[in-house]
């Protein structure tokens, strides 16, 4: 039963897809409408990740492992570097063509980001409540162990950074080679930042991709042109990267260790961390460079994508409350969850059955916020 699942995702991925013909190009390959329909994917597809880390990821107990999702256990990080690299797009061609775009630039922004997180970090204090765990503040200057009360939170610290980042460079100081700068120079400093306090690798792999995306946006004509140019070729070639540094990101630590026993690689941890985070950087810009050219040829558009692609930052934060209900363990390994599905077909069906309505719920509420904020047309 779990091909259905394979099946549906395909079909909400193409379903009304339109295939531009030979010499002729989708222009609107990073529209907001293609690319939103795209993140209401993403969005969906990092579920099926979080579903497959409690399901089939190799670190699990043996006892509790139920394979069909093994294909999505990596496919997090890619999905949340679309995200970015469209946020950075849309931030920078909005301030491009908005003259008023930066009044009340942060509350607009960050305040319907933080309502969603806040809330939904308030059921899992709930859930530590209902099993008597510890309710534990993460330090984000302690030397690792960097454990957050919401388990898929990193993402809204990492995005409010570039959201500030952007609005120091291009509502501050203005001049814009100066503001790609200070993008440039802060994402720098949040990669250092993560490093120096041994963050896992997911929360800067793909923190670059904001850059990238205000850049795409700047030489959209000159990349866009250049892309038409053997196409074919550079789109079989982005392929091959994208299967080579795969690969190599998902077994990172087996071939550092080789490298180690080859003394071409110190035999450190925190060197093989950084590796890991490096090759998956790698493929992040990789990845982005195939959705970039596919989207050249595909227009994407389709009734559920759309649907999804209204609610993607609530989906995202709301998931897991349900994944952790219904999962093995609830938070922690050993600790009981509302009620066990062992099925795996059936515990997708039920996350995705019960994440859609409440995050559906959730962005109403954030959307009323988000016009209250909004500074009134004169």
Known sequence: MIVVWYVALAAMLFGGAK?????????????????????????????????????????????????????????????????????????????????????????????????????????????????????????????????????????????????????????????????????????????????????????????????????????????????????VLRLIGTVILCVILWYSANHAGTIYLWLSEMSLAPDNGNIADLFTAFLQSLYTLAFMSLFYLLGMKIKLGNPVLRFFSKFTLEFYLVHGIFIHMFGYCMIYAGIEPVYYIKNVPLFILVVLGLSTPAAYGLSIVDKKVGKLLKPKSK
């Not at 509350?107 to 510890?134: D, H, K, S």
């Not at 957050?148 to 950074?161: A, Q, R």
Request: hydrophobic fraction near 50%; aromatic fraction near 20%.
């Open 19 to 231: 295939i531009c013909k030979s010499k002729t190009w989708n222009e609107e390959n990073m529209s907001f409408d293609q690319t939103k329909c795209f993140l209401g994917f993403g969005a969906v597809v990092i579920s099926f990740h979080h579903m497959s880390q409690v399901t089939c990821a190799p670190w699990m107990d043996p006892q509790y492992i139920r394979h069909g999702l093994d294909i999505f256990v990596t496919a997090g990080y890619p999905m949340v570097a679309i995200f970015l690299l469209c946020s950075g797009y849309g931030l920078y061609k909005s301030a491009s063509t908005k003259p008023d775009f930066f009044k009340r630039f942060l509350p607009v922004r960050l305040v319907p980001v933080l309502i969603p997180a806040v809330l939904t970090t308030l059921v899992y204090v709930c859930f530590r409540l209902m099993r008597n765990l510890p309710i534990k503040l993460n330090n984000p200057v302690a030397f690792g162990e960097h454990e957050t009360l919401h388990p898929y939170i990193w993402y809204i610290p990492c995005m409010i950074v570039m959201y500030l980042l952007f609005y120091i460079g291009f509502g501050i100081f203005k001049k814009e080679s100066f503001a790609i700068f200070i993008v440039a120079f802060g994402t720098f400093d949040w990669v250092l930042y993560c490093i120096r306090f041994a963050y896992e690798p997911f929360w800067f792999n793909a923190a670059h991709m904001f850059l990238i995306g205000i850049l795409v946006a700047k030489y959209e004509k000159k990349f866009f042109e250049s892309c038409k140019k053997l196409y």
